[in-house]
């Protein structure tokens, strides 16, 4: 990030287990920034939520449901797939 403008916003798709230090790397460049983290996974959600904690921010948590289609028969089914969180830092 040394080498990037500050962000305004910023969208967090992976973190490879370092949530908390990739939240406070964006926000010592801009601490008004604001953040989007995407999860599939609950233990990317909880740790989502507990990074914008600790560095004083309010997680919002939306949930989205995905469906595709199927033929069935004559007929067209919709399959759901994983639910996909994105989770928004807000200032308190």
Do not use: W, Y
Not at 55 to 69: D, F, K, P, Y
């Amino acid at each position: 990030l040394a080498d990037l403008p500050a962000p305004d916003v910023v969208f967090i798709g992976g973190t490879k287990g370092e949530m908390t230090a990739v939240v406070r790397a964006v926000l010592a460049r801009n601490p008004a920034a604001r953040l989007c983290i995407s999860a599939i996974a609950l233990e990317t959600l909880s740790a989502a939520v507990a990074a914008l904690t600790a560095c004083g921010l309010t997680a919002q948590v939306t949930q989205i449901a995905v469906s595709r289609t199927r033929p069935a028969g004559g007929l067209h089914l919709l399959t759901a797939n994983n639910p996909i969180f994105l989770i928004a830092g807000n200032c308190s």
